[in-house]
Structure formats: C-alpha cells, structure tokens
C-alpha cells in the first residue's frame, strides 16, 4: 500500500483522535510526516556552535541531530502528531495585594507545571492509537522534555509559523500555547504547514526584548535572554543586566506581549494551567517578594511550589531574582529582608550579592523618602 494510500484509510482515526484531543482541552491538533527536518537541524547546529545556547547545549547538544529524526525516537515512525494548548491569561495584579509593586511571573508558569497537565493526556491519545488502529502500533509521546524539535514539527504540522521572536505563532489564535506532541508508527493524513512570513515588516518582539537577546529576527542569544537568566542560571549577575531585569522574577514575556498576532489570543480554556487552580492552597498569589525573601530552607521552598514551574529556578535562583527585583521595584519595606539575607552565609554567593547592590540602588529612594518626611 502506498503511503498516499495508508494515510487515506487512517483518515477515520485521525478524525476521531482529532475530536479526543479537543476533549482534552487542545484547541491545536495537527500531523506532520515522520520525516528528518534537515534545516532545522542545521539551525540547530549553528546555534549551538555559536554559543547562543548558553549552558543548556551541554544537553541540547548531545546528538542533537536525533531532534530532527523521529526514526531514532520510534523505530517505524510514520507521523508526528502535535497539539497546542492554550495558557493566555491575564497575569495577577503586580500592584500586589498589599497596593506594592511585585515581580512579574511568565504566564506560562502561572499555574501548575503544565508538563503534569499535558503528559497524562498525551498518553491518553497514544492510548487511543493503539485501540483504533488497524494493525500493531509503536508511540511515544513527548513535552518539550525529549529529543524532539516539537515547534518545528508543529510548524509542519500546521499549528503556527515561526515570527521572528522565534515563537510558533498561529495566525489567528497568536503564541500563548504550550505545546506536545506523539510520534506514532501510523500513518495520518498530514496536514498543510502555514506559507510565508506573515511577520512582514513587524519588528515590535526585537524592540521590545529587555536586554537585546533577540538581536535579529529569529536569532535568539540564551545568555542574555531573561528567561534563561531568570529560569536556568544560578550565578551572579552583571549590574547591568540586574537593572534591565526590572521586576522580572520568573521567565519573561515581552517579546509575546508586543506581539500584534496575540491581541486577540486564544483565551486560557483549560482551569488546570491557570494561577486560580492554585487558589485552594494559597488563597492570594504566593510569589510576593516578600514570601519569597523570607524562605530560609530548601524544603520550605519546595513545599510552597510544589507542582509549578518555579521550582525549575531552584530556591538560590529565585531567591537572586526576588531581592534583585525588590531593588529596582525600590521596595524599602524590604530593606530588613535583605540585609539578612546579605548576613547568612548559607546563601549563596549570587543571592547575597544581588541583595548588596538591590539595598545599594535603594540608597537613592530611601533619602528621596527621608527628605520628604522632613518637608
């Protein structure tokens, strides 16, 4: 049977893994042939060889070709299906609740790690495949945890283009999805990718980027970028770098934000990847600068994020990221907090040194304070 063929009397399946995704909460649902992304790869390569992947090359890189070539992944791999799921939501006040300026959260990491959301799910679909289809079927699902180029399969696959800020963007619904996908031994019909550039002359996501890590169109320089800063470093920080960061405490979404394509995004259907689902065990938002200044012990930290993304910044990580933010948010209600933190030397050398110079940008905003006291 030809592949034309196979595809044509897998289209059943397809319709009906179609509608169970939509069940599952996936507003995106699309198929690619399991075929080797050889551009893609190559991009890949180059900008891993650029150093632009900071220190996640030391995974990224090994045998990076195998992302691109779903037959190393799954031995008959006839289709790669992906789906997208909607986490557009409006991010809690950073007023606070108490009036006070807070950091800012990536929506993505709003609620619940959506990695526990999607896998189940994804599972679940594979499951289906294997009931449905009409002869002995291999699949393997995947969440951004695995050797898989899962955006440029989706691109394939008809979810989306890539904009320059190098985010899959589907025209009509915008960026804020979260993305999985199944490698399968079967043969779906596959879908038509989107055609063309439909950026045009936009240049909003480069301009808007804090700290010029997009530096060109879909160029992106990890080490400079405030998501990789924030989420996956643990270091010290240049000052400079501390002063563009503003009130960014976890991930960043200025490049989404600007974007024209989500002025009218795909709302947030899905109540397990939203900040309210967390509401039962913290009844207003949990990452106040505060709260997280005052965490003394790892375990403590864990216990408060327990199933959400911010646990990925490590207790060190988001305790640099907290005292950095309360300096430029010029928070001197918290000057006590981070003179103990200086004081411990059980933190690290990081979140001490980002506490230092957070009471050193004070200084200013605490005259300008006392000055007005006397007048």
């Given amino acids: 049977m030809s592949e034309t063929a196979s595809e044509a009397s897998a289209l059943p399946l397809k319709r009906g893994l179609r ?37 996640m090359s030391s995974y990224l890189g090994r045998e990076y070709e195998q992302r691109g070539d779903p037959l190393r992944l799954v031995d008959g791999a006839r289709s790669v299906v992906t789906v997208g799921m909607s986490y557009g939501q409006v991010p809690p006040d950073c007023e606070g609740v108490a009036g006070k300026p807070e950091g800012r959260v990536a929506r993505f990491a709003l609620g619940p790690d959506y990695h526990e959301v999607l896998r189940p799910r994804l599972n679940e679909m594979a499951e289906y495949i294997a009931r449905n289809a009409s002869a002995p079927v291999v699949s393997r699902a ?109 991930g960043c979404d200025a490049c989404q934000e600007v974007c024209p394509f989500n002025n009218d995004s795909l709302p947030c259907e899905e109540p397990g990847l939203t900040s309210g689902s967390r509401s039962e065990r913290f009844p207003e938002w949990d990452a106040t600068l505060e709260r997280i200044l005052g965490i003394r012990s790892n375990r403590e930290f864990d216990a408060m994020f327990s199933g959400t993304a911010l646990l990925r910044s490590r207790r060190s990580g988001l305790l640099r990221n907290a005292a950095i933010a309360a300096g430029n948010l010029r928070r001197l209600d918290l000057r006590d907090a981070l003179r103990s933190i200086v004081r411990r030397g059980n933190e690290s050398r990081a979140a001490r040194e980002a506490a230092a110079w957070a009471l050193e940008e004070m200084k200013d905003a605490q005259y300008s304070e006392k000055r007005g006291e006397r007048l």
């Fill in 19 to 55: 509608a169970l995704a939509r069940g599952l909460g996936f507003q995106l649902f699309g198929v690619a042939r399991a075929e080797s992304l050889g551009e893609d790869v190559a991009r890949l390569g180059e900008w891993l060889g650029r150093g632009e992947a900071a220190r």
């Fill in 142 to 250: 995947f969440v951004d945890t695995g050797p898989l180029l899962e955006r440029a399969f989706a691109r394939r696959a008809g979810l989306g283009f890539i904009g320059k800020n190098a985010c899959l963007i589907h025209p009509r619904y915008g960026s804020w999805f979260v993305l999985g996908a199944i490698v399968t031994s079967v043969a779906l019909p596959a879908d038509r990718p989107v055609s063309g550039d439909l950026c045009g002359e936009c240049r909003r996501c480069l301009d808007a980027c804090p700290t010029g890590a997009l530096y060109a169109p879909r160029r992106l320089d990890a080490r400079r970028c405030l998501s990789y800063l924030t989420i996956e470093t643990r270091e010290s920080l240049a000052p400079d770098t501390m002063r563009r960061m503003g009130n960014t405490l976890f």
